[in-house]
């Protein structure tokens, strides 16, 4: 069983910086992707940023150059680095990863539970 465990939300003043972590667990072989995605009240799930295997990154305009995403191979984790948080990036933030185990040699989708973003004005 493959787990992903987000930590790091809170509550911040616009203009504030705040770094989500993501943690995998359980037998797998490798990480094809990781990314976060969010969900505002009344809005979809949008992608935030992602990082594929290789090192790319992919963001959401809406976060360019202000977000960053990285990882630690060793402890299985990525993060994202938020800077210059606005009202628009309150939200649930949702860890994602393209698993490689046994029974899915592509990679399989998993998701986090979610972390709670409140950004105020």
């Known amino acids: 069983q493959v787990q992903l465990v987000e930590s790091g939300g809170g509550l911040v003043q616009a203009g504030g910086s705040l770094r989500l972590s993501c943690a995998a667990s359980?037998?797998?072989?490798?990480?094809?992707?990781m990314g976060w995605y969010r969900q505002a009240p009344g809005k979809q799930r949008e992608l935030v940023a992602v990082?594929?295997?290789?090192?790319?990154?992919n963001y959401a305009d809406s976060v360019k150059g202000r977000f960053t995403i990285s990882r630690d191979n060793a402890k299985r984790t990525v993060y994202l680095q938020m800077n210059s948080l606005n009202p628009e990036d309150t939200g649930v933030y949702y860890c994602?990863?393209?698993?490689?185990?046994?029974?899915?040699?592509?990679?399989?989708?998993?998701w986090g539970q979610g972390t709670q973003v409140t950004v105020s004005s």
């Open positions: 994602n990863g393209v698993i490689v185990t046994t029974y899915h040699p592509y990679g399989d989708n998993y």
């Open positions: 359980g037998r797998f072989s490798s990480i094809n992707a």
């Open positions: 990082m594929r295997s290789g090192g790319s990154t």
